[in-house]
């Protein structure tokens, strides 16, 4: 995959409620209806708890979506590893001195190349992504989605999930098409310009920088990966949601999904647009 940068946001956009106004949130009215939109952030800190405005939000909701229920949660795991491990080693496809220089980089961060030398490039990146993430201090149980799924236990609520973990793996799959020797070069440099800089993308995220996050993934991806992991999946999700759309409707409807699934042109937030939907900025940098 062509943006690194893009696989530590997608990982950072996949406890207790803060004091603290920190995340990305929007309201989208359609007539009477009322819809929440979240851009979670999927691995966080201390600075990461939601907020009380996302709380009002969730609390107000009659129906709530996840990118995938907990019951698609606990089976993504053994997907991911059924699906990115292959048979060949990765240092036995590329020049020894590269597959050095991929060891030297990665003890940096106390990870051993070698238990990742029998994944498929797009893994190996995702499980690398994952533990600098963790060496820096964040943690998936603070992330948004185990808050949310907190509140929603506390209240009796279940999520409804807009895709399943197989077909979010086979996102994850057809947006890698690089050779392995691209793949480690890239991920080289990227290591050398200090792309895996964790606290400035969740800085972004604190700050409701939605602009920043898809500035960032735009040009960290070219137009196949953006199509397979971002685009193909918003027109899918939004392909269930629009029939919902009712003017006439006073319900609220709460939806989080990551953070780099709400910009951009085919982003939720300009999907939803096209439908007559009125978009109110709630997020942590909002001036209303």
């Known amino acids: 995959m062509k943006g690194f940068r893009f696989l530590l946001a997608v990982v950072l956009f996949v406890g207790a409620v803060g004091t603290s106004s920190a995340e990305i949130l929007y309201r989208a009215q359609y007539g009477e209806q009322t819809w929440w939109l979240l851009g979670t952030i999927h691995v966080g800190g201390e600075d990461t708890k939601l907020s009380s405005q996302a709380r009002n939000a969730f609390s107000e909701s009659e129906r709530f979506w996840l990118e995938l229920t907990p019951a698609e949660l606990e089976?993504?795991?053994?997907?991911?590893?059924?699906?990115?491990?292959?048979?060949?080693?990765?240092?036995?496809?590329?020049?020894?001195?590269?597959?050095?220089?991929?060891?030297?980089?990665?003890?940096?961060?106390?990870?051993?190349?070698?238990?990742?030398?029998?994944?498929?490039?797009?893994?190996?990146e995702l499980m690398v992504t994952v533990q600098i993430a963790m060496a820096q201090g964040f943690d998936a149980e603070q992330g948004s989605e185990m808050q949310l799924l907190k509140w929603a236990e506390e209240s009796g609520i279940e999520f409804e999930g807009l895709e399943t973990a197989e077909e979010q793996i086979a996102s994850l799959r057809s947006g890698a098409v690089e050779s392995d020797t691209e793949f480690l070069t890239r991920l080289l440099d990227q290591i050398d310009q200090g792309a895996l800089d964790t606290d400035n993308l969740a800085g972004m995220w604190i700050q409701g920088d939605l602009d920043g996050l898809t500035a960032l993934i735009l040009e960290s991806m070219n137009e196949e990966q953006l199509d397979a992991l971002l685009w193909r999946r918003n027109n899918a999700w939004m392909a269930q949601l629009k029939p919902l759309l009712n003017s006439d409707d006073s319900n609220s409807y709460f939806i989080a999904v990551g953070a780099g699934h709400l910009g951009a042109d085919q982003g939720l937030l300009q999907l939803l647009t096209a439908e007559g939907v009125e978009i109110t900025n709630y997020s942590s940098n909002a001036q209303r």
């Open 75 to 124: 089976k993504a795991g053994p997907l991911l590893f059924q699906h990115g491990f292959r048979n060949e080693k990765m240092s036995a496809s590329v020049e020894p001195a590269l597959w050095k220089q991929t060891e030297a980089a990665l003890a940096e961060f106390e990870i051993a190349a070698a238990m990742l030398d029998n994944m498929k490039p797009w893994l190996f």
